[in-house]
C-alpha cells in the first residue's frame, strides 16, 4: 500500500504545472518589453524617455 501511494507521489511530480512561462518572455531580463496593452504602453513610453534624458545629463556631464 505504501508502494501505491509513492507511485502516485512521484506521478504528480512528473505532471507539466498548470501555469507556464510566456516562451517570449523567458529568458530576458525585461519581460516588459513584449507586453501590450494600454498601461504596459504608458509605461514603455515613459521609460523610454527617461532612458533619452538620462543620455542626454551624461552628455552634458561630459561637456562641462
Given amino acids: 500500500m ?3 501511494r509513492k507511485d502516485k507521489k ?3 511530480d512528473k505532471q507539466d504545472p498548470l ?3 510566456d516562451p517570449e518572455t523567458l ?3 525585461d519581460p516588459q ?3 501590450e496593452g ?3 504602453s504608458v509605461v514603455q513610453n515613459i ?3 527617461v532612458e533619452e534624458n538620462e543620455e542626454k545629463d551624461k552628455e552634458d556631464e ?3
Fill in 38 to 40: 494600454p498601461v504596459s
Fill in 10 to 12: 512521484e506521478d504528480k
Fill in 27 to 29: 529568458h530576458k531580463t
Fill in 33 to 35: 518589453d513584449n507586453m
Fill in 19 to 21: 501555469l507556464k512561462p
Fill in 62 to 64: 561630459k561637456k562641462n
Fill in 2 to 4: 505504501a508502494n501505491r
Fill in 47 to 49: 521609460r523610454e524617455e
